[in-house]
């Protein structure tokens, strides 16, 4: 295609100067050129195609960044990139050293706050419009919300503040039925009734057209009329839930007539409380292979363009998603007390196989990962095994609801947690660093790591079994390619694996690190160190006598994980040793303490050490320093 406007824009400024009747060409330009780049690197496809007419309107119609655009989630943020002076980095998008796929205040002053999880615009954007006010300024605030984003309790604690302080902010709901799965809930269902029912403007002037049609009286009766326009309105008008709330209700509005979407923003943009304007959009809007299958082109690889065939390798082992979904399904058959919940990642978890099989035990709650915790506790405090499936960095929404309730009630609730460790593009906002610290600080707490899908299968039956709250978190993408045993086993608690057993050194590797570290003993051997390697299998509890012995024994201890330094598997280590008074030199290596970028996984990987061949240099220098207890004395062999 060739562009006609795209390449002059190179801000809101430049967008401004095309003429408004051209405004869809430009629309135009800015999804192909997005299914163009997107098609040859990857990234969030459907919901930013959803949006661009609105996008353009805001920026056509806003001054930003002096007036503050806050996109929720950011998914739906790619063509507000192209247009803010982005658009000829737009094919670095989520590679290493290129730009976010998701609004970071470092990256533009278009980008006001940074974001990735749902539902925290509201929130952030009613304190810019709170700050504005206390300073005297007057610029605008606008929140760009997903419908989906409504079911968080965040969105929901923002739009109560909201509707109380009632400050000039605008808050705009993207609605198009989806969040990555389609949306749940009863929020779900009333907004559906809106699109389907009459909007309030409209039945609004109605009402008073009627009135004053009555001659003579009508201007009077219409004074006099309040009680029964306020009853018509209970009775008829969809959007009285935000008037009640102290909103301003507009729309719904077809989010991708920018002839419409400019006119009303004309209009809202001069109320003077809180407003909230309803938009109706489609998903994948304008390629028919994303207007087809929204949630398979939500987050995308590379794909033909011209026939929506994703451009993938052949797996050489089944994905641990995969195979935790398959897993479920056969303990589920075996056992009706299991019951599995989501938040809106039925398909992400691996949990869409178990939801047909199971209608009845399976539960996608919405973006609602505190309530789903407190929803898992109630079923156990029922007798039944509840399994919430849900990404390790979304867990961290419902860490109270992990301290007060599934542990101060010690109740048998197992967390899946998927997409543990560096997860790549998707950045610092998902990768799942934290979960092994911030879950061992919990009491009465089994956190298992499996090295490879087969031990998944074995872990999450234990976990099943454990009389009390555990859980198991694995990585993003395929497993090793091991066979998986036909029957489940239960693994004693607490207690590691030795898979090769040697001199000098002692490698204690947790879950994904278990096959490089197994590499790089090899490799180690070569020049001369042998090192036994422990599949520690649990970072809480951890098999302290094994631990204790390969102290006393062994010249150093390394070990491995792939989480956070601070406070991680390998500082549970130390502070055991320290605790018995067990002289030991430790090596730990981790991801470093420190906010880790968007990039190829075995391209962080390598950055930080947690390669075959980092492990091998880390441990190689650790003993050049003279860290070992005595010192390490290994020769160098040819590797011809």
């Known amino acids: 295609m060739n562009y006609q406007y795209l390449p002059n824009i190179d801000s809101p400024a430049d967008l401004k100067k095309v003429p408004r009747a051209a405004l869809p060409i430009v629309a135009e330009e800015v999804r192909d050129y997005l299914v163009s780049v997107v098609s040859k690197v990857g990234g969030h496809l459907a919901s930013s195609l959803g949006a661009v007419e609105l996008t353009l309107a805001l920026h056509y119609t806003f001054d930003a960044p002096r007036d503050k655009i806050v996109w929720d989630v950011g998914h739906q943020a790619y063509g507000h990139k192209i247009l803010t002076g982005r658009r000829d980095r737009f094919p670095t998008v989520r590679q290493y050293g290129g730009i976010s796929g998701f609004p970071v205040r470092d990256e533009s002053p278009y980008d006001t706050f940074n974001v990735a999880h749902a539902c925290t615009a509201l929130s952030g954007a009613l304190g810019m419009a709170v ?90 009766l219409l004074r006099l009329s309040k009680e029964i326009v306020e009853s018509a309105k209970t009775l008829l008008i969809p959007g009285l839930f935000f008037e009640e709330l102290g909103f301003g209700y507009v729309g719904p509005v077809n989010g991708h007539s920018i002839e419409d979407l400019l006119n009303v923003l004309a209009k809202v943009k001069k109320q003077p409380g809180p407003t909230l304007l309803h938009v109706v959009t489609q998903k994948g809007k304008g390629y028919p292979h994303a207007e087809k299958l929204p949630v398979k082109f939500h987050g995308v690889t590379q794909f033909d363009i011209s026939t929506g065939a994703f451009h993938k390798a052949p797996a050489k082992a089944p994905s641990y998603t995969s195979v935790f979904g398959k897993a479920m399904c056969e303990l589920a058959e075996e056992d009706s007390r299991i019951v599995a919940i989501t938040a809106a990642m039925s398909e992400g978890t691996g949990l869409d196989d178990f939801a047909r099989r199971f209608p009845d035990r399976f539960f996608d709650v919405g973006i609602a990962e505190q309530h789903a915790i407190d929803f898992a506790c109630g079923l156990a405090c029922e007798g039944m095994r509840p399994v919430a499936a849900i990404y390790s960095t979304f867990l961290q929404r419902a860490y109270d609801q992990l301290v007060h309730d599934v542990c101060l009630m010690q109740l048998p609730v197992t967390l899946a947690l998927d997409r543990a460790g560096i997860v790549g593009a998707d950045g610092p906002t998902h990768h799942g660093l934290y979960d092994l610290a911030y879950l061992s600080a919990l009491p009465g707490m089994v956190v298992m790591a499996p090295k490879d899908e087969n031990e998944l299968r074995h872990m999450l039956a234990t976990a099943l079994a454990v009389d009390g709250p555990a859980a198991v978190r694995y990585p993003r993408g395929n497993g090793i390619g091991v066979e998986l045993d036909p029957k489940f086993k239960r693994l004693e608690i607490g207690k590691a694996e030795i898979l090769r057993e040697r001199g000098d050194i002692a490698i204690l590797a947790l879950g994904s690190m278990v096959y490089p570290c197994l590499e790089a003993a090899t490799k180690l051997a070569s020049w001369g160190m042998n090192a036994t390697v422990i599949n520690a299998r649990f970072m809480k509890p951890l098999d302290e006598e094994l631990i204790g012995a390969l102290a006393a024994e062994k010249q150093f201890l390394v070990t491995a994980e792939e989480g956070t330094e601070a406070g991680g598997f390998g500082a549970q280590v130390a502070a055991l040793l320290q605790d018995r008074k067990i002289p030991a030199s430790i090596l730990r290596i981790a991801v470093p303490d420190r906010i880790i970028p968007h990039g190829a996984p075995n391209l962080l990987h390598a950055k930080y050490g947690l390669d075959t061949d980092g492990i091998v240099d880390r441990i190689k220098k650790f003993a050049d320093r003279g860290s070992a207890r005595p010192a390490v004395r290994y020769r160098s062999v040819s590797r011809s």
Do not use: C, W
């Open 131 to 220: 700050a504005r006010d206390l300073k005297g300024d007057d610029f605008h605030v606008i929140a760009v919300v997903g419908d989906a984003g409504l079911t968080g309790g965040v969105a929901l604690e923002g739009i109560n503040n909201l509707g109380q302080l009632k400050k000039k902010l605008l808050v705009i709901l993207n609605d198009n039925e989806m969040s990555i799965s389609p949306s749940v809930g009863a929020l779900a269902g009333y907004l559906n009734r809106i699109v389907h029912g009459q909007s309030y403007h409209h039945l609004t002037n109605e009402v008073e057209k009627m009135i004053l049609s009555v001659p003579r009286l009508g201007p009077r």
